[in-house]
């Protein structure tokens, strides 16, 4: 009778575990034109014509700077010249020659033009401005086989910037244009989105503090460069997933700050039609301490877009709430002047504290372990490296993070 009694209970935990579960049915639109952003707290979705802009402008700071091309239009990026000097002369007929680049899937702040060979990607820092300065003429060639030069001639607290249309059939560049794009607009967003096609700035997202998940195309390496459909996640978020659904089974070092660590293989195609992995769960913590537990239940393919999860928030089950408050981690100055940097962090419980500095072709160039168990401003000494963009990854213990900076 016991026996019978505990099957019960279980079976009773486990429908109430479902019972509290929101389903949510989405879509990205036939061919999927549509970009999906998805917020758990408020179950709010909004979506944005994935043809409405070309390429998107970080604007969160005066110095931090990233440029992505828009995957969901198949825009294939070139470097086609280090010397501003051929913007005027560059033909597409060279094409075979250039290197083609890509944006980061696992950071927004790394894009396709910021992979550029100069010192700052697309061009060189300004010691007495402090502007960085276009030095790379870049070729944009578009799914229908048209082309578009493209060139960042400045940045300081915002872009400008200049492009123009290939004509193929007297083999010149017509349609000149220039356009400045500050900082200051469209507050509260990542991304400031410009149409290259409109000649415009347009909204394509909603604030960053109302959205978790973007559901889009973008690339990433499968043995090549693959254009896949995934989430990935706001950067102020980290993701865990497991097969387990107790969120007390996971440490603070399962949940990744990698923006596509929900990504795209919680679907594959089978046989002719889809299949979803709903026994592999997700765990998304927010900034403000919540964690919302979500796994998916159906994708319906490009036909229509349609794709639904369900998702709980397991804040309140977790035994203990420890987000890791005693080890933190700040970064000044940035941009690096001098190539002395300055590591102000403190770590508390941590049995060992490393920091890792990569170049943005992905190779470790700098690796150092710290103090533990203390508040320390440790000073960093970069004066080996060339000037350009770097990836800062510090560790201490539970805690992570990840930071661009820009070596002067």
Not at 30 to 49: I, P, R
Not at 159 to 172: G, L, P, Q, V
Not at 190 to 211: G, H, I, K, Q, R
């Amino acid at each position: 009778m016991k026996k019978i009694n505990l099957l019960f209970l279980l079976l009773m935990g486990s429908a109430c575990v479902i019972a509290q579960e929101t389903t949510v049915n989405l879509s990205m639109g036939a061919g999927y034109s549509k970009n999906v952003f998805f917020d758990f707290e408020s179950s709010q979705s909004e979506s944005y014509d994935v043809a409405s802009w070309d390429i998107a402008f970080l604007r969160t700071s005066t110095f931090a700077f990233a440029e992505r091309i828009n995957d969901g239009l198949g825009i294939e990026v070139y470097e086609a010249s280090n010397n501003p000097a051929d913007y005027a002369t560059i033909n597409p007929a060279d094409i075979d020659n250039w290197i083609q680049l890509y944006n980061s899937d696992t950071m927004w702040e790394a894009g396709a033009f910021d992979f550029g060979s100069a010192e700052y990607g697309w061009g060189e820092y300004n010691a007495a401005t402090h502007h960085v300065t276009g030095t790379i003429v870049y070729v944009l060639k578009y799914a229908d086989g048209s082309f578009k030069k493209f060139m960042i001639d400045d940045f300081y607290n915002g872009y400008t910037f200049k492009y123009a249309d290939w004509n193929a059939s007297t083999s010149s560049w017509e349609n000149d244009q220039t356009a400045t794009l500050p900082n200051s607009e469209n507050d509260g967003k990542l991304f400031n989105f410009y149409s290259l096609t409109n000649n415009e700035s347009v909204v394509a997202s909603p604030n960053l503090d109302s959205w978790d998940l973007v559901f889009q195309t973008y690339v990433t390496d499968l043995g090549i460069m693959y254009p896949v459909i995934g989430g990935l996640h706001n950067p102020s978020a980290k993701v865990a997933k497991s097969t387990n659904t107790d969120v007390n089974s996971l440490d603070e070092s399962d949940y990744k700050t990698e923006i596509n660590t929900v990504g795209y293989d919680w679907k594959s195609f089978q046989d002719g039609s889809y299949e979803v992995d709903s026994d592999m769960y997700y765990f998304l913590k927010k900034e403000n301490g919540k964690v919302f537990r979500f796994h998916f239940l159906s994708y319906e393919g490009s036909s229509n877009g349609n794709f639904s999860l369900a998702y709980e928030d397991v804040t309140d089950q977790m035994s203990t709430v420890d987000f890791d408050s005693q080890n933190s981690l700040s970064l000044y100055p940035n941009p690096v002047k001098g190539k002395i940097l300055n590591l102000l962090y403190e770590s508390n419980g941590a049995e060992k504290v490393v920091v890792e500095i990569y170049n943005t072709a992905g190779k470790l160039v700098v690796k150092q372990q710290l103090n533990t168990n203390g508040y320390f401003n440790h000073q960093m000494n970069l004066n080996q490296l060339p000037s350009g963009v770097y990836f800062l990854k510090f560790n201490a213990g539970k805690y992570s993070d990840t930071q661009k900076i820009v070596l002067n």
